[in-house]
């Protein structure tokens, strides 16, 4: 089960409407640039809600999610 914390995502959308996260806003105002979205995809087996991003930040690469309008992030 993930241990899920909302965050705010600035996002751009493509021609064909595909999202794509392009600054993540943390609670306490801290801001990371997403560098790069590796691999959009949805849970096969239920395991989260809406749609996984990996994308890379700060060259790490780290797990994004998004359930509807609203964006959350694992805090494990």
Avoid: F
């Avoid at 794509?20 to 949805?42: A, I, N, S, Y």
């Avoid at 700060?58 to 992030?73: F, I, N, S």
């Amino acid at each position: 089960m993930l241990n899920r914390v909302d965050v705010s995502v600035k996002e751009a959308r493509d021609a064909d409407g595909n999202i794509r996260p392009k600054v993540l806003h943390w609670h306490d105002g801290r801001e990371w640039l997403v560098e790069r979205v590796l691999h959009v995809c949805r849970s096969p087996d239920g395991d989260y809600a809406g749609t996984r991003y990996a994308v890379l930040i700060a060259g790490v690469e780290k797990y994004l999610y998004r359930d509807g309008e609203q964006w959350y992030v694992d805090a494990a």
